[in-house]
């Protein structure tokens, strides 16, 4: 059974930075990329990165290009966001999505099979 | 990076059938069958339930069909069910390498 648990959410201060994980089994993670998700609270969903499976290509929304960076560690099957310059937009909940696609068969695009149950990220003084 | 345009909201009557629209550009939705939905209950997680534009994932069913027409993808759900109500979330990859979403569609069953 495919899990995916991410941890890392909390109360930080604009300008601040925190790291969000998402650990992952039930599957063999380094065969497929991950993404992570945000939604703002009462709003709609909003793509925020992406990684490869071997962690070689990264992706991001121009929203968080040069704040954000995502990596993975496959010996750990763990998925992390660092955030660094939070704004107050950035509060939302954070999810992570593995891709349906398995590397042997990439193709453009991302297809979020899973989520995670996802973890609050509060940007405020 | 625009998001992709769908209605507010739909509503429908148990068993009918609706369908909900995604309005994109040919840099996305009408550039690549790379269309997927998401059904998404309050308080929960997104499930996937199309993909590819047309695709279904082993165990949705198939009362559940995607299309796509030139810029447009659509969602139709037919013998509607209570069950169904919840919002929905197309996504599209883009010619920027990057992935976007519609704004959402929350649906109504009466």
């Known amino acids: 059974e495919v899990q995916l648990l991410e941890s890392g959410g909390g109360l930080v201060q604009p300008g601040g930075s925190l790291r969000l994980s998402c650990a992952a089994s039930?599957?063999?993670?380094?065969?497929?990329?991950m993404s992570w998700v945000r939604q703002a609270p009462g709003k709609g969903l909003e793509w925020v990165s992406a990684?490869?499976?071997?962690?070689?290509?990264?992706y991001y929304a121009d929203s968080v290009k040069g704040r954000f960076t995502i990596s993975r560690d496959n010996s750990k099957n763990t998925l992390y966001l660092q955030m660094n310059s939070l704004r107050a937009e950035d509060t939302a909940v954070y999810y992570c999505?593995?891709?349906?696609?398995?590397?042997?068969?990439?193709?453009?695009?991302?297809?979020?099979?899973?989520w995670g149950q996802g973890t609050l990220v509060t940007v405020s003084s | 990076q625009s998001a992709l345009t769908q209605p507010a909201s739909v509503s429908g009557s148990p068993g009918q059938s609706i369908t909900i629209s995604c309005t994109g550009t040919?840099?996305?939705?009408?550039?690549?069958?790379?269309v997927s939905w998401y059904q998404q209950h309050p308080g929960k997680a997104p499930k996937l339930m199309i993909y590819?534009?047309?695709n279904r994932p082993s165990g949705v069913s198939n009362r559940f069909s995607g299309s796509k027409s030139g810029n447009t993808a659509s969602l139709t759900i037919s013998g509607l069910q209570a069950e169904d109500e919840a919002d929905y979330y197309c996504?599209?990859?883009?010619?920027?390498?990057?992935?976007?979403f519609g704004g959402g569609t929350k649906l109504t069953v009466l």
């Open positions: 999505a593995k891709d349906g696609t398995p590397a042997a068969k990439w193709k453009p695009g991302w297809v979020f099979d899973y």
């Open positions: 039930g599957f063999t993670f380094s065969s497929y990329a």
């Open positions: 990684i490869s499976g071997s962690g070689g290509s990264t």
């Open positions: 040919s840099s996305d939705v009408g550039g690549y069958n790379y």
């Open positions: 590819d534009v047309s």
């Open positions: 996504s599209s990859y883009t010619s920027s390498s990057t992935q976007v």
